[in-house]
């Protein structure tokens, strides 16, 4: 056969490079909508529940159980199931329902129910439905700060970037585990040289991840992980109650955090059993809000590559989100992997969060190009800093950032560097030289910068762990070597704690260490007159790019 | 691209035509695999079909036999390869388009350019690779194995490690090369021989995950339904045939 030249260009394209599979529903390879996802049902006797979604009280699982137990409302539920899934639909769409009004049937609704409704509608109902249940009135945005080398100098100034271009959380990893504590220090105090009030957090090992934020390193926690199926939860030596356990131990200290669920991790653990991505997912949410938990990250997170292959995936994936707002849950929204070569394709799911706004967008955009994204990569990267101002000003939509001056950033990395290299002096770590501080404050990633001994670190790393340094030795450092400013600030970070008013939902800090949450800052949108709009000093923000030509300097 | 089932189906059916013109079914449990040289997963299928109309064709044809259950090694002299349960049966390619035939075959040169031996044993109790590296570590008398999934990841073990702690780890399948294959058969022979090897420094690739991440998922769940609980590894016979 003579070949098409226009489909060798067509070949040729990034889209396909992406991977795609057909669906294969007896094993769960399928978005939402499976025949074999069970109906929704309930019954109940004497305030317990003896019927769920077609099982038995003798048939539950430990998911059932725990959701059956904790998580569904039986003083709402009967009457609440009886609602008709496409009515419930409609609610949700409808400007002159209120949020309120939904939230109370939610709250009597199982796994199969929440994952019906979502059957009933399409991304533009969706995101309608979002812009309205999302929990704080204001989106905001999250990014990641890590590189290749660990490199704490280049992680604080980083840090100090991403705070000033808007970013209200910032999250950390490692490539080599034991850098932990050097990466969460970096990023504390980078962060609030940025901009004060920034939460920080750490994602590594479980006890690990625990014992930094205790110790006043972070300021909120992620990854704690829950599964829909059993199987899956059990291959990760966990369960329902011990996750909840965990939960309740951040909580004990006065510290944020939420779940990591999203569709995909149990297809890809080859135990889905034969259900839908969506309604395993339903159930992960239903066990995080019987858990107590304020919020979670979904939207597939690391599993994108098995949702966004299947169709109706990116569907699913803002179906997802969607559903952990209608259960009064923060979301932070995914947009946090690498997802496809293309950029109109990555685009394009991007603006199912972006447009009708989540209280963090992006669950880790990556604030550094993706060669440092030690979270394997993000769906936008620093790189893609600009198209995605130009995008906000565009369409006049809050994504949470803003255009921002090279000398504002520089000046602003320059001091995180400076500050990192004071507390290392301060605290008896392997120093850094001017050197380094003056490569962190112009790098663009680690390529940029000079090698550190990471020997020397990783020894110092663990013995800065031994010695019982805290939170507060590290306000000290800070006050003893001039930066006095900083020094308040993670003070009052470590006071938030304390007061506890950040673990309210979907809560974040502003300037001035007030919190901004669906407490004190409830999502009111009704329609067009109402909820959350850009205007003012925030517009004036946006629309300041400096790419646009100045008429009045012509 | 699209991971196209009806070609596997296609080249199956082609591969089984072959055998069966070739050896009349004599009761023995035979696996093989065959991968035409040239041949591209993701060549379409008119192309293939022409192909195969080509009666001439060069086949590359690893032959698998079982020759009863596997036992441990007595010799400190080998390297176990342990094979998940549809490597070089139902899946013959790993997830990047290398044949079972080369993985098999560059691992086992690996060993032998070290002067040991290689034994190969399929695991059926699980698809999980630490598993079946551990397996393999247990029954090689230098206490050394080598685990496959058919997708490709690999793993050398220790018969002494705990299962999810390893020597070396390979979980990025797509950017295993031949040659990588070639020398986790040589640093697996080194441990094999009391010496510490430097680690093959694995590449990291953050666009793997959308370009094979659900395929990934579609040949570990393929694999998982040839698990067979209970049943233990047997010992094989592998042949590195050629086919005119």
Redesign the interface.
Known sequence: ?HRSKRFEVLRNRPV???????E?PE?G?IAMESDSDPKPSIRIKDGVIIEMDGKTWDEFDFIDMFIADYAVDVSVAEEAMKVDSVEIARMLVDINVPKKDIRKLVNGFTPAKLAEIMGHMNVVEMMMAMQKMRERKIPSNQCHVTNLKDNPVQIAADAAEAAIRGFDEEETTVGVARYAPFNALGLLIGSQAGRRGILTQCAVEEAVELKLGMKGFTSYAETISVYGTEKVFIDGDDTPYSKAFLASAYASRGMKMRCTSGTGSE??M?NAEGKSMLYLEARCLLVIKGAGVQGTQNGAI?????T???PSGIRAVLAENLMAAMLGLEVASGND?????SDIRRTARMLMQMLPGTDFIFSGYSATP??D?MF??SNFDAEDFDDYNVLQRDLKVDGGLKPVSEEEVLAARNKAARAVQAVFRQLGLPPVTDEEVEAATYAHGSKDMPDRDVTEDLKAAQNLMDRGITGLDIVKALYQSGFEDLAESVLNMLKQRICGDYLQTSAILDENFNVISAVNMPNDYMGPGTGYRVGGKRWEEIKNIDMALDPEKI | ???D?QLVKIVTQEVLKYLRDRQPADGENITSCSNKQGFRSNDNK??LQ?ESDKKELQVKELQIRETGEAVAGLYNDEVVVGIAPSFGGSQTETINGISHYDVLREIAAGIEEEGLRCRFVRVFST?DVAFIALTAAKLSGSGIGIGLQSKGTAVIHQKDLFPLTNLELFSQAPLITREIYRRIGKNAARYAKGQSPAPIQVQ?D??V??????????L??KE?QEVVEGRKPVQLEVTFGKKV
């Open positions: 056969m396909h490079k992406d991977g795609f599979v057909k294969w094993v390879f297809v890809l080859g690391s599993c994108i590559g098995i966004g292959a299947v992997q690498t997802f496809s070569h993706n060669y994204n394997a990569g | 691209m699209e991971f089932e008119q192309e022409m698809s990291n953050c666009m995950r959308p370009k094979f991440q659900a395929k990934a998922a579609l570990h769940i998982t």
